[in-house]
């Protein structure tokens, strides 16, 4: 249930910009003006607190985290990432790594985005995992923003699992 209402959240969430820019020209977003929040080759780090919640649990009873990210940007649409996420003292503990799809909003500062990839977990239940989700990047210069995403987890050995991040993204 919590997955369901979670991934509609998200799904208007994406597709909100994308009906209010549908007419537009696409061509706008290729140059790089020095105004643009969302540049071509960046890089940013990611701080983020996550909350994880197994299927067939309720909010209540998942597991509080932290973490930390870096991404990379080829180009304003298209990235990869990598991040790591520990809920005790046993780091590492997990280790993503994600391609990145985004679509930058300049006039709001946002960029709604998808992330698939995949991971390794070390402890607990050693075992590999693939992922999906997508999530919202708000900026409030080019160097500071804040994210918010949710991605599905499809464990090899364990249960499922819904992770939730919210955080500082920082770029250099």
Known sequence: MIRKIAFTVLLSILLLPAAALAGEDWKRFEFEPNGNKFASRETTFD??????????????????GVGLGVNHFFNRFLGVGADTRLEEVDWPDHFNGSVIGRYPVEQWGLAPYA??????????????????????????NRKT?????????????????VLFRFGVRLGF
């Open 115 to 140: 992330v698939l990839g995949f991971g390794r977990q070390f402890h607990e239940t050693p075992q590999w995992t693939f992922h999906f989700g997508g999530g919202v990047d708000y900026r409030f």
């Open 47 to 64: 701080l983020f607190g996550s909350l994880k919640v197994s299927d067939d649990e309720d909010l209540a009873d998942g597991r509080l």
């Open 145 to 161: 923003g804040l994210f918010l995403d949710v991605r599905q987890t499809v464990a090899d050995v364990s249960r499922d699992f």
